[in-house]
């Protein structure tokens, strides 16, 4: 029997016998407890999952009837068969009264016993798929309702309807996102394609993967109204809104926003966002999905994993964007290179840069090396991701382009040194590069090499290894070949010469050499001693 029953009776003798009836009648339950006494019973039924209580009800410390009320007050699902040697009528109409499953009267017979279980088992059962279909049509409810609410938003979007009296935003939208006296922005969500098979997630997957979105979106603290809802003909996508009363804050507060929901995204899912977003739009959604559309395609220049503004399309088709200099500052900013960051943040906010493009070009580049340190980085401080956000009142406080420049590689490096774990990346890639040393030990392998094959600085690299190792990447090569050498001369009858060549040592001297430095014995004096 799948159930759970306690037993309590204050006679041993009497639970003992009840137990051995259980299991005679093949009512064995999968979980069988115990009690003395009134309050043992209470205590167990406190801390354990239990479905039946069979009960005496004349026992020391509290009766039977006095349990079940006690326990109806905290758990009023449970069941009750209730076990007596008295016949009086007033036990029997309280026990009916506290909804009681059974009331038997000793001596039990084996029919009676199995009986009043089995009705038991039985209601439990019952209730169990009443609840069962009460929950799947309270599901099926929801899920239709919000069905049609997102399809609302879509026709909206779609549709290019403008808010006002009687139309299809206010009547099913509008207590959920208020609009009236607002600036909107549009934005189209897109799930970067790398987001799948080589993470959490498989292309199947993408009810879960949209379920995500929604709930991490709506659960960010953000002063804007905010909405989120699938595309209904795209699952790649989802569409977005964010409203506020002042325009340039909503700008700003989407744009923390979306860089916020993007990291959590990425860091805590492994789920990559592209998003586009339109212009601020005041009453009306006409034009967004246009706009966020256009905004989004500027990712096959510039990339995936980015957040996209109309308004910001001039600065992107600039020839003068500085796309190359932004791929090279990833790297650094990867390497942990402070030199070439400084350099770079130099070159990418050059005086004729800015002057030429003004704030909108700042924000820009900005915004997008904040999603570079953020995308590198183990974790991040939420003080941290506020401080890389791009405010006005920020630009106004600097005093000249140097203090810009100045301010936001100290904020670079501020980041990178504030990281729980700032070489946990590079730890991985010096694991990819032993491996890859075990593979290739026999070739000519410089540290320099294996540093720009992991995006490394040559000096941070020696360090992570030499961490990881114990020892230098030039004696860690060494150590191999010489193990491997070692191998050869015992085990093959290869030429001195030849097993030289074999761990990449082409100088047969320079081999011999470093063998006897190393081992103590010449390679015949170290065959001849190990061979048997």
Known sequence: MDKRVLIVDDEDLIRQGMIARLQYLNLKPVQLYEAESGLGAIEILKNQPVDIVITDIRMADMDGLTLIRTVKSFLPDIHFIIISGYAEFEYAEQAIRLGVTAYLLKPISNEALKKAVEEAADRIDEK???????????????ENRTYLFEKTVNDLLLNQETIGAGTTLETAVFQKFPLLNRYVMV??????GDSY????????????IQFSIKNVFMELSSPCGKLIVSNLGNSNQLYGLTSHENKNQLRLETE????????????????????????????????????????????????????YFYED???????????????MMRRYIERHDAEHIEVMIQDIFSDENIKKYNTSYVRILWTRITNMILSLSATM?????????????????????EDLRRHLYLLIMDCMNADADPDGNAKNKVKLSIKY?????????SVNELAEKYSLSPNYYSTIFKRETGQTTVNYIKELRLNKACDYLVNSGKSIADISKEVGYED?????????KTTGLTPLEYRKAHRR
Do not use: W
Request: net charge positive; charged share 30%; with cysteine.
């Open 197 to 208: 098979g080589q993470n959490y997630f498989e292309c199947k997957d993408i009810d879960l």
């Open 313 to 327: 399309i001039r600065v992107l088709s600039a020839d003068q964007f500085p796309v190359s200099e932004l791929n």
């Open 508 to 516: 047969s001297q320079y081999f011999f050499r470093v063998f006897k």
């Open 437 to 445: 040393i075990r593979d290739n030990y026999n070739r000519d392998i």
């Open 128 to 142: 169990k798929k009443e609840r069962q279909m009460i929950q799947k049509g309270i599901r099926s409810m929801e």
């Open 381 to 401: 401080d939420p003080d941290k991701i506020e401080k890389l956000v791009m405010k006005p009142e920020l630009i106004a406080s600097f005093h000249s382009l």
């Open 256 to 307: 923390r926003l979306l860089t916020i929901f993007s990291n959590v995204m990425r860091k805590k899912l492994r789920i990559s966002l592209t998003v586009g977003v339109s212009t601020a739009l005041l009453e009306t959604v006409k034009n967004g999905v246009e706009e966020a559309r256009e905004s989004l395609t500027q990712r096959v220049i510039h990339g995936n994993s980015n957040l």
């Open 187 to 192: 934005m189209i969500i897109h799930i970067d």
